[in-house]
């Protein structure tokens, strides 16, 4: 795997305001067993102490710093520009990746010319590195073997993007070429998905069966605070929405893959509804529980269906009365919580109450 017979990988590390995870991710970078290789860390405006420690690795590694932040995207579409690499890695400045991702991953493309993406599987941990979940593949995405784009799609409107692990992507230069960019500016954080998609159309896709990455979910990530904040329906739709109008989706979605993608759909805008209760907006709540099908929200066994049709009952009852600053504070602690400020039981959520209350003040809405 070390001859200059084999491909030469351009691993990208975007970073922004990283120093607190940069030095474990660029180490466990460093470590990889295979050398034909360059690693791009590419610095997006970071004010912290990045730069500081990207002056450590100079002689390792090729270090970019922009004046000004681009987005997250826009930063990794200019490292796929920058790549010398036939294959392109995109690995993330919060993660550690274990020392033969790089090479299993080449392999498989060895293995399988054809393929334009590989895929690893993920350790998922918390700030101080410590697993309390691993990502395991449902049958139709298992074996290792490259799996053509009806199967992706028809997983996708399933299960939702739970296993193509974007820190764990390696890409076919020539497949990035051919199917452009990343469209930050329209897809935002889930542009990801909307890239995936575009590659499984073009070329299959492998997800390799070995937990390779330790994924690191923090607080401040910005698909964290996403997911947590949000009053409108997750973007994840909208891009499914199209690829089901333009990529010839519908032609190949499964009837039981469209309906678990409606559950998906209904479970959405339940949660929209419950932050929108939060916020003090009962009228958006109603609006959003206008959207919610019952019938498809159980037609699906992919989403817990009575746990999520019972806070949708339970917000219907709370729309009809006046706004509780207490029911919204369960619903904070219960749903919204950061893991690490989930304990306390009552006298937490009485606490969030008084920090809800004080915030509505009167822009609550009727």
């Known amino acids: 795997m070390n001859t200059s017979t084999q491909p030469f990988v351009s691993i990208i590390?975007?970073?922004?305001?990283?120093?607190?995870?940069?030095?474990?991710?660029?180490e466990s970078v460093l470590a990889q067993d295979y050398r034909r290789r360059e690693i791009l860390l590419l610095d997006d405006g970071s004010?912290?102490?990045?730069?500081g420690i990207a002056r450590d690795y100079l002689d390792?590694?090729?270090?970019?710093?922009?004046?000004?932040n681009l987005g997250q995207f826009a930063n990794v579409n200019d490292g796929i520009a920058r790549a010398r690499g036939s294959l392109i890695a995109i690995f993330h400045a919060d993660d550690i990746y274990d020392p033969h991702i790089v090479s299993r991953q080449v392999a498989a493309f060895v293995a399988h010319?054809?393929?334009?993406?590989?895929?690893?599987?993920?350790?998922?941990?918390?700030?101080e590195n410590r697993e309390y979940a691993r990502l395991e593949?449902?049958?139709?995405?298992?074996?290792?073997?490259?799996?053509?784009?009806?199967?992706?799609?028809?997983?996708?409107?399933?299960?939702?993007?739970?296993h193509l692990v974007t820190p764990s992507a390696m890409v076919l230069a020539s497949t990035y070429r051919e199917v452009g960019d990343f469209d930050g500016a329209r897809w935002q954080v889930s542009s990801d998905l909307d890239m995936w998609?575009?590659?499984?159309?073009?070329?299959?896709?492998?997800?390799?069966?070995?937990?390779?990455?330790?994924?690191?979910?923090?607080?401040?990530?910005?698909?964290?605070?996403?997911?947590?904040?949000?009053?409108?329906?997750?973007?994840?739709?909208?891009?499914l929405d199209h690829h089901l109008r333009a990529s010839g989706g519908a032609q190949i979605a499964?009837?039981?893959?469209?309906?678990?993608?409606e559950a998906h759909r209904a479970e959405d805008w339940t949660f929209v509804a419950m932050r929108r209760?939060?916020?003090?907006?009962?009228?958006?709540?109603?609006?959003a529980l206008d959207n919610v099908s019952l019938r498809k929200l159980v037609a699906s066994r992919v989403i817990q269906r009575a746990r999520v049709a019972t806070l949708a009952l339970v917000l219907a009852g709370a729309c009809r009365l006046p706004w509780s600053s207490f029911l919204a504070a369960l619903f904070t602690y219960r749903w919204q919580l950061p893991r690490s400020q989930a304990r306390g039981g009552l006298r937490k959520i009485l606490e969030l109450r008084g920090e809800i209350r004080s915030r509505a003040g009167t822009r609550t809405k009727p």
């Open 47 to 51: 004010t912290d102490g990045t730069a």
């Open 13 to 26: 590390v975007p970073v922004y305001n990283g120093e607190r995870f940069l030095r474990a991710s660029l």
């Open 277 to 287: 209760y939060v916020l003090g907006q009962v009228s958006a709540t109603r609006a």
């Open 254 to 261: 499964q009837p039981a893959a469209l309906r678990a993608h």
């Open 60 to 68: 390792r590694i090729t270090y970019i710093r922009r004046p000004q």
């Open 113 to 127: 010319p054809r393929v334009g993406a590989v895929f690893a599987l993920d350790v998922l941990v918390d700030e």
């Open 137 to 162: 593949l449902p049958v139709e995405l298992s074996g290792g073997q490259p799996l053509p784009f009806a199967t992706i799609f028809n997983a996708l409107l399933t299960y939702k993007n739970r």
């Open 197 to 239: 998609i575009r590659v499984a159309r073009h070329r299959d896709l492998i997800i390799l069966e070995e937990h390779l990455i330790r994924y690191r979910h923090t607080e401040s990530q910005a698909s964290r605070s996403y997911q947590r904040m949000r009053t409108e329906p997750e973007l994840h739709f909208a891009i």
